[in-house]
């Protein structure tokens, strides 16, 4: 039973990360795609290539997830019970195209699976929640907003000569540059969420260390599901964050993929898990405000924040219940 519920854990892991890949990697490639910097399949090429070394770079945000969250020798049903809450609930985000957090998705899914399994909320490491996940949900757009408000008010000066066309011309090129920094930092930091999983679900399982880090295979087999779901699905969600905040232009794609990629290497660097949807949504929404506040469509990012702030208490509520069923279905 152990060796079969360990195989449905690494096939969910995986289902996660794929749904991971056309659910959160397109926003990696978004405003490369819209302003015609790439096209959609030089753009997926680019950004799995990019993917693969930044999922190499860094383990601490995967450890935050394998060990940082909860304090309680888990079950396997229970990680695959936080697998399922996540995967539902991004299917439910993709298929309305509300480009939510699927990091906070799995990590919500897993504090609620591991209060039912335990009866209790003292497993849960509520100070690493804090630390690592709450105060990183607000702080990360926000990073983005301000970063892309101001560097866009930084090129309006350093360009102000410049032709439209001249300027348009260069940043097209720029964009490519800086969609690779972006696609390389959602690497370093939203592929490591399912590298977290399946190690804590090794290790749950008893067949690996934790202090060993994350297995190389696990990193490499992680990296190609996400690259496989950008290829497959990625378009729907793109659509939202490409053309549904601000009117793109290759200025504004690139000073969004460049303030996204410092936010979120900014968080990895602290171990931080952290939404590539949000940052790279806010730091449009902070680029197209710089250029007026009415470019901007506020009634979507409205949806958005919405989005964020339901995301962790549905899937909490989500993983416990999910959670519940399956411990009734094994028994």
Aim: a positive charge; aromatic letters at 8%.
């Amino acid at each position: 039973m152990v060796s079969a519920l360990l195989i449905a854990v690494l096939v969910a892991a995986l289902a996660f990360e794929f749904i991971n890949g056309f659910h959160d990697t397109a926003n990696a490639i978004a405003t490369t795609v819209y302003t015609r910097a790439l096209s959609l399949r030089a753009a997926i090429v680019m950004s799995a290539a990019m993917n693969f070394i930044g999922a190499l770079t860094s383990e601490k945000v995967a450890m935050t997830i394998a060990a940082g969250l909860v304090d309680v020798k888990l079950e396997l049903y229970v990680v695959l019970a936080a697998l399922v809450g996540a995967v539902l609930w991004d299917l439910l985000t993709w298929w309305y195209s509300i480009p939510s957090s699927s990091s906070h998705a799995l990590i919500g899914s897993l504090i609620g699976a591991t209060i039912v399994f335990t009866g209790t909320t003292k497993h849960v490491m509520w100070d690493g929640v804090l630390n690592k996940v709450v105060i990183p949900l607000f702080t990360s757009p926000l990073i983005g907003l301000a970063l892309g408000f101001f560097f866009m008010k930084l090129v309006f000066e350093l360009f102000a000569n410049w032709t439209p066309h001249k300027a348009n011309g260069l940043f097209h090129r720029l964009q490519v540059i800086s969609g690779a920094f972006m696609a390389y930092s959602h690497g370093n930091n939203d592929a490591q969420k399912t590298m977290g999983i399946i190690t804590l679900a090794l290790v749950t399982a008893g067949v690996y260390d934790a202090s060993a880090g994350i297995p190389l295979w696990v990193k490499l087999v992680c990296a190609t599901t996400m690259a496989l779901g950008t290829s497959i699905g990625g378009g729907r969600i793109m659509r939202t964050v490409g053309d549904g905040v601000t009117k793109l232009n290759p200025v504004i794609g690139f000073v969004a993929q460049t303030s996204s990629a410092i936010a979120i290497e900014t968080m990895t660097a602290f171990g931080a898990p952290v939404s590539t949807t949000q940052v790279i949504t806010t730091s449009i929404m902070g680029a197209g405000s710089a250029r007026r506040r009415s470019s901007v469509r506020w009634g979507v990012a409205r949806k958005i924040i919405a989005a964020w702030f339901v995301t962790l208490p549905a899937t909490i509520t989500l993983g416990g219940l999910c959670a519940h069923v399956i411990g009734l279905i094994l028994g």
